[in-house]
């Protein structure tokens, strides 16, 4: 039986007033696991191609830091210092324009795009993504194409622009993407967490009929959009199990209770520095007697990526013994 999912909104099908890529038949996961992230598709643990096929909250890298037709690659907490700024501009084969501040003074912070109009644009869209977008080919009546393969996985909010000009403003609560249900039969599994892996604000420009321009990837800190879908709660303010962020080290984390922000974890080895995220992204005085202590556990039977907790930490990741 075939499956069906929405191949991401980022191409015009021949017609300026038809954004949407079309809806493409999808396989049973030929390669590792279905997995529900919020929406579903397959991942990859060892051997991924690309951080598409990575659970939320992770990337697809080498040991090395080569790319992954070089040198073998695996799913990996991404480190403080990852930047995919050129991920449109390489997987569109474009030329370049950039994005420029735009932000009102009155917005508390938020941040707002605009940019000059490539010449040959009719139309652009922009997109604030939760996770590195990645482009992949697909081909509609024997004609190759090119589309964000994880666009439901990772965009945020999004707004497009006819004609090319405008802005784009995060304190904009209305630009909210709407929710991707899973594919019927896909994946039998339950839905995991939101993870928030960076956020990434990016556009790219049409002419008629295809994708002519992109700007590079800017990187933003949480308090400087809109909290769409409910997927931050910067500071673990409010105790609920969402995206943590801490400035100082520039990492994410889970909430793992009221004001505590989870380092995650595929293995116990990501955890060398610690549980937590503190001042100097270190948590460098254990109380469990060293960094030994500390173990990698999923928040949630659904959960995919875990968190660092110590030996004083319950099974059930609530409170401490």
């Known amino acids: 039986m075939s499956r069906w999912y929405l191949v991401a909104a980022v191409i015009v099908a021949g017609c300026r007033n038809e954004p949407e890529a079309p809806a493409l038949p999808v396989p049973p996961c030929i390669r590792g696991e279905c997995v ?25 890298a080498s040991a090395t830091s ?9 799913c990996r907490i991404p480190p403080a210092d990852y930047s995919p700024k050129n991920a449109l501009l390489a997987g569109f084969q474009v030329r370049s324009f950039q994005l420029r501040d735009a932000s009102d003074p009155t917005s508390r912070g938020k941040a707002a795009f605009t940019w000059d109009v490539p010449d040959g644009a009719r139309m652009m869209r922009c997109a604030l993504f939760g996770c590195p977008p990645v482009i992949a080919p697909y081909a509609v009546n024997g004609v ?21 000009g405008g802005v784009f403003d995060l304190a904009d609560s209305s630009l909210e993407t709407a929710s991707t249900p899973p594919a019927p039969g896909l994946c039998k599994e339950a839905a995991s967490e939101w993870l928030i892996t960076q956020l990434l604000v990016g556009c790219w420009a ?9 700007s590079p990837l800017v990187t933003l800190e ?16 409010s105790g609920l199990r969402r995206s943590c962020y801490h400035a100082a080290s520039r990492e994410w984390g ?34 469990d007697g060293g960094t030994s202590a500390y173990r990698c556990e999923r928040p949630t039977p659904a959960s995919i990526v875990g968190v660092c907790v110590g030996a004083t930490w319950s099974s059930e990741l609530g409170s401490e013994r």
């Not at 080569?66 to 695996?74: G, I, T």
């Not at 769409?228 to 709660?233: G, S």
């Open 36 to 60: 529900v992230d919020p929406t579903s598709h397959c991942i990859v643990r060892e051997g991924c191609r690309n951080s598409g096929e990575c659970p939320a909250g992770t990337i697809c």
């Open 66 to 74: 080569s790319p992954c037709d070089q040198s073998p690659c695996s």
């Open 144 to 164: 190759i194409r090119a589309a964000i393969g994880n666009y439901a996985q990772c965009a945020l909010a999004e707004k497009v622009f006819e004609p090319a």
């Open 206 to 214: 049409y002419d008629a009929a295809k994708v002519i321009a992109a």
């Open 222 to 237: 949480p308090w400087q959009t809109h909290n769409f879908r409910q997927a931050m709660d910067a500071t673990c303010a």
């Open 254 to 287: 889970t909430c793992l209770r009221k004001d505590h922000c989870a380092r995650r974890c595929l293995s116990a080895a990501d955890c060398a520095h610690g549980a937590e995220l503190r001042d100097g992204g270190l948590d460098a005085t254990p109380r």
